[in-house]
């Protein structure tokens, strides 16, 4: 199959000594003073924390504060000259990516707001063709992965293969504890489909407070994410932007001393051979699991041939909603997430109505 994007090997450009990439900083550049503290102060945890500011900052409404231009970028310099971290912001259009070239800016991002708008990736591409950048590119707002991908590949033809992408999760009208919902299965879909792509975690914008931060981050390493984006701020109380959800260098600190650091695979041989046991014996349960959908769909499917047979509808709305319910409460005294077996149990539904409608119309 052919490989759908052309990509410099992470190592070679983002991480160093197989270190989770972490990426912290201001979600907006405010003033030359709150730069250099935030930036000092993040560079005494770790130099190799890569330093963020957002200088174009896309706002819901306007007449809020729409980001300090292009003297942010000069700022962004000022604290690399004083630290020596490396620097990224994001670029939104053709001449924010032209400022943040001019300037020396390490690494270009594009937001959420922009990865939705091919145009506007396109523009970008068509900027930083021929040049030696490095493009992380966020989730669009909303939960589409060929929209993410096509921005990836956009930036990827015009001959970029230093290359990760940002999981920063997903707009939703639900009522979740998060200001964007994770929906982590849309980012392993991406690296499933591109093993080789460097997959950044942004907590700050998934949780929209610090609460959860710790959490996110750590679920993000467990899934293998190569790293993690957390927006910082000296004193997060006066931030002009995302207060909320900006953390203190010292806050930071404290985070990044509790991960935990998992390898993605280990050499000790008695690990791996107890691994494939467990393995194989996880296969065989999802063998029985498919035969017992089976079993399930041949009753559907006599269930369907009677009620056509008798002139009955296929959906009678008080069977599903009892077991629905009857299925949850069991699954909460069984230990299993109550949330999980709904879900499954709307997939198993509608997948019986689709077989018993093919009956019907049979
Ligand atoms: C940001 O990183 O400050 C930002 C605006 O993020 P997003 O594009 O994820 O909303
Ligand atoms: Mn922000």
């Not at 994007?5 to 990426?23: F, Y």
Request: charged share 25%.
């Amino acid at each position: 199959m052919k490989k759908l994007l052309n990509l410099t090997p992470v190592n070679e450009w983002l991480k160093i000594n197989d270190e989770p990439v972490i990426i912290s900083g201001p979600c907006s550049a405010e003033s030359e003073e709150q730069m250099m503290t935030t930036g000092k102060a993040i560079a005494a945890i770790n130099k190799n924390i890569i330093f963020r500011a957002g200088i174009w900052k896309p706002r819901t409404r306007p007449n809020a504060f729409e980001g300090i231009g292009t003297i942010g970028l000069k700022w962004l310099n000022m604290v690399k000259q004083e630290t020596g971290m490396l620097t990224a912001t994001e670029i939104a259009n053709a001449s924010h990516a032209e400022e943040a070239l001019k300037h020396g800016i390490d690494i270009l991002w594009i937001g959420a707001r922009t990865t939705v708008n091919p145009f506007s990736v396109q523009e970008i591409a068509d900027v930083l063709k021929g040049t030696d950048s490095k493009v992380l590119v966020k989730n669009p707002i909303n939960p589409d992965l060929q929209l993410w991908l096509g921005a990836l590949e956009r930036i990827n033809q015009a001959g970029i293969t230093k290359l990760g992408a940002i999981h920063r999760g997903f707009s939703t009208h639900e009522s979740t504890p998060f200001r964007n919902v994770p929906r982590w299965e849309m980012a392993i879909e991406l690296k499933t489909m591109i093993p080789d792509l460097p997959m950044i975690c942004d907590p700050s914008h998934i949780c929209g407070n610090t609460e959860f931060i710790p959490y996110i981050s750590q679920k993000a390493l467990d899934l293998d994410m190569q790293g993690l984006m957390i927006e910082s701020h000296f004193k997060p109380s006066i931030a002009l932007s995302d207060a909320k959800q900006q953390v203190t260098p010292a806050e930071l600190k404290v985070i990044l001393s509790k991960l935990v650091v998992r390898k993605a695979e280990s050499t000790n041989a008695e690990f791996k051979n107890k691994l494939d046991e467990l393995r194989e014996t996880i296969n065989k349960i999802d063998d029985q699991l498919l035969s017992v959908f089976m079993n399930r769909m041949s009753v559907v499917a006599n269930i369907g041939k009677y009620k056509k047979e008798n002139n009955v509808t296929i959906l009678q709305t008080t069977r599903w909603e009892e077991l629905l319910k009857d299925k949850i409460t069991q699954a909460k005294a069984m230990g299993l997430d109550a949330d999980f077996v709904k879900q499954l149990y709307i997939l198993i539904h509608e997948d019986s109505i689709r077989k018993q409608t093919e009956i019907m119309n049979g």
